[in-house]
């Protein structure tokens, strides 16, 4: 049974740039949660996904967005790259209306330069 | 400011010992609280989790306690082993009702690491 996996594991860009992450739930999930975890902090939430619609989103501006595909799989782009971004991005899922524990991934590293 | 918080950064065991791990949080709404395992490069590992309704829940080697009264949530380990050294995070969420997609924001704190000294 596949856990929640994402990709790619690392990532460097420069400021400006874009970034698409990618994550596939854990077999049987069908919500999808990202977050970001700077060094040394817990993770912050960013916004979640539910038949394909973003349903809650956490402090994080416009630059952050994401999409959910009928195979539950999600992505998280960002847009206008900034330093401060660098962090690591978890992604988590759970099942809607079921079991209340979020599983998450192991998360990609970006740096930004 | 954040919601969830811990009293102690950093906790150095014997292996062996008891570990304690604390946790304070501030939203009288929280209903339902998870501890989290952290090991370096990987992502947060479920441990145990802890509805509001409950006050003390036990798993393997773990055990969660909820004081409702004073916010406090703590992580018992029992015979701390070398493997449990990491970060432990506890994290919160508020059941708010909707969209009828449910709601599910997990709020964390900063998170101690523990050591295990063999």
Redesign the interface.
């Known amino acids: 049974d596949a856990g929640v996996t994402q990709s790619p594991t690392h990532l460097i860009k420069t400021r400006g740039q874009q970034v698409t992450l990618r994550c596939s739930p854990k077999s049987g999930h069908d919500t999808v949660s990202w977050y970001q975890q700077a060094l040394g902090q817990g993770p912050q939430f960013i916004f979640q996904y539910y038949e394909e619609e973003e349903r809650q989103r956490g402090n994080f501006p416009d630059r952050f967005s994401g999409h959910q595909f009928p195979n539950y799989s999600s992505e998280l782009n960002v847009n206008a790259l900034l330093l401060g971004d660098s962090a690591l991005y978890l992604c988590a899922s759970r099942v809607q209306g079921g079991d209340e524990k979020l599983f998450f991934g192991s998360g990609t590293q970006l740096s930004v330069l | 400011g954040e919601s969830?918080g811990l009293h102690l950064p950093t906790l150095s065991v014997q292996e062996g010992d008891n570990s304690i791990i604390n946790c304070a949080y501030s939203n009288s709404a929280s209903d339902?609280f998870?501890w989290?395992k952290q090991e370096s490069?990987?992502?947060?590992?479920?441990i145990i989790?802890i509805r509001s309704n409950m006050d003390k829940r036990q798993g393997q080697r773990v055990t969660v306690l909820l004081n409702k009264t004073v916010k406090h949530l703590s992580l018992q380990i029992a015979a701390t082993q070398p493997g449990d050294s990491a970060v432990y995070?506890c994290?919160e969420?508020i059941n708010w009702a909707?969209?009828g997609?449910?709601?599910?924001?997990?709020?964390?704190?900063?998170?101690t690491k523990l050591s295990v000294i063999p």
């Open positions: 969830v339902y998870i989290y490069g990987k992502g947060p590992q479920f989790d995070f994290a969420n909707y969209s997609a449910g709601s599910y924001q997990l709020t964390f704190g900063k998170g």
